[in-house]
């Protein structure tokens, strides 16, 4: 059954960096679908921080990352990564990678960052960002 497993969530002061990995079935690295990185804070909705589509690489950012967060992938590890620096207090939360396809803007496909655009989902890592 195609999964998605994360990783690399661990406790960290202000200012400092984390990597995540996402590890995908082939179903999802090797097909036409997005790898969408989601934040989770206690009492609050999944939000959409970073996205990258599997064909063509094409990345979204929620602009409450850009500049501090990168996706990227390794096809070949069927890994998704999130690296995350200059980490705030307000990072802290469950991230989890959930598996979406894209959807057509204009003429292109686009990865979007609205979790109801994802259908499968990991068990989610813990980031604790601490002054």
């Known amino acids: 059954q195609a999964q998605l497993v994360e990783s690399g969530g661990a406790s960290v002061q202000a200012g400092g960096s984390l990597k995540l990995s996402c590890e995908a079935s082939?179903?999802?690295?090797?097909?036409?679908?997005?790898i969408g990185w989601f934040h989770q804070s206690s009492g609050k909705q999944r939000e959409g921080v970073a996205a990258?589509?599997?064909?063509?690489?094409?990345?979204a950012y929620a602009d409450s990352v850009t500049g501090r967060f990168t996706v990227s992938q390794n096809s070949r590890m069927n890994t998704v990564s999130l690296q995350m620096n200059n980490l705030k207090i307000e990072d802290t939360g469950i991230y989890y990678c959930?598996?979406?396809?894209?959807?057509?803007?204009?003429?292109?496909?686009?990865?979007?960052?609205?979790?109801?655009?994802?259908?499968?989902w990991g068990q989610g890592t813990q980031v604790s960002v601490s002054s």
């Open positions: 959930g598996a979406g396809h894209p959807r057509l803007d204009g003429r292109r496909f686009v990865c979007r960052l609205s979790s109801d655009e994802y259908i499968n």
């Open positions: 082939s179903k999802f690295m090797y097909g036409d679908y997005c």
């Open positions: 990258i589509s599997t064909i063509g690489g094409n990345t």
